[in-house]
């Protein structure tokens, strides 16, 4: 294979402008046309022949949008003989799709993995997935990253004494204990049941949060209902601060707002896996952008992407 050619969509132009810088290679032309019809065409205008072709494109809202144009994407590069096709998708929306929890649904994580094969992905980059069964949805080798070195180097500095990291449920209760084990404190999980799209409850904390400090983990802060929730249940157990961290900050419908109005909230951190809206005081962003070309440059180098989580 010839060199790298990274190509952006229309999701986070700005994400892939920070990898570009850090790989130091140009982020190439992609040209998407949508015709009355309301169907989209894509372009990719630099040459992808015997090229190891990336592109990025996290899956954010319109999520079905961004979907259809990484396909094209992918279609483009494909027919014009690209060596390899790379799929990066810092943010898998389907991923929350993972199972089968009532009768005649569809498993759309699943389906997605195998449209994006079909089209022409030959390998696929993400970053904190929902759930880890979603890695083997894919037919192609998955480099799955996550963010807790980045997060952890943000709390690191700090007296953490008197601090517990805490899950707001048991399915990201192992990705807590290694945050925790990153910063040498204790973890807490919330006991989590959820209803529908907006609507949890959380019985119980397990584990020790009276009057300490709070790290609220969480892969993803959608509508915020999971984490408004979760501080309900912590002012009942009288802590402290709460700083409240996750990977993917999409903050839909003023979440943010709602979660920052918690007098008890002192920051809310999140990286840019996925456009986030800046100016709030209490917000503050982590760039992913030199772990995922750091990744990019190992797959191209035919180097272990695992060596990336060596403490």
Do not use: W
Request: proline share 5%; glycine share 6%; aromatic share 4%.
């Amino acid at each position: 294979m010839r060199e790298i050619v990274v190509f952006g969509g229309s999701a986070h132009p700005e994400l892939t402008a920070e990898i570009c810088a850090y790989l130091a290679v140009p982020a190439q032309p992609m040209r998407l046309l949508r015709y009355a019809n309301d169907c989209l065409q894509v372009q990719l205008q630099a040459s992808c022949r015997e090229r190891d072709v990336f592109l990025i494109q996290p899956l954010v809202p319109p999520v079905q949008e961004r979907l259809v144009e990484l396909l094209l994407m992918a279609d483009a590069a494909r027919g014009a003989s690209a060596a390899r096709v790379t799929a990066v998708m810092p943010h898998y929306a389907y991923a929350r799709s993972d199972k089968k929890d009532a009768p005649r649904i569809s498993i759309a994580g699943r389906l997605v993995a195998d449209l994006l094969v079909t089209a022409g992905v030959n390998r696929v980059l993400t970053m904190a997935l929902h759930a880890p069964q979603v890695h083997g949805f894919f037919s192609v080798p998955v480099d799955h990253l996550n963010a807790l070195r980045e997060l952890a180097a943000h709390f690191g500095g700090r007296d953490l004494s008197r601090t517990v990291v805490v899950s707001p449920d048991l399915g990201n209760a192992k990705n807590a204990a290694r945050f925790a084990r990153r910063l040498g404190v204790p973890v807490a999980a919330g006991a989590k049941e959820r209803f529908s799209d907006d609507y949890v409850t959380i019985s119980a904390i397990i584990g020790d949060v009276a009057g300490r400090d709070v790290i609220v983990l969480d892969d993803e802060i959608a509508r915020g209902t999971t984490v408004t929730e979760l501080l309900q249940r912590l002012r009942d157990q009288d802590v402290g601060s709460v700083a409240v961290a996750c990977t993917h900050g999409l903050f839909l419908g003023g979440a943010l707002d709602k979660i920052a109005a918690a007098d008890e909230v002192t920051e809310v951190v999140c990286t840019n896996s996925v456009p986030v809206p800046g100016g709030h005081p209490k917000l503050h962003v982590i760039s992913v952008a030199p772990a995922l070309a750091e990744a990019i440059s190992r797959i191209h180098d035919g180097e272990s992407v695992s060596a990336l989580f060596d403490r």
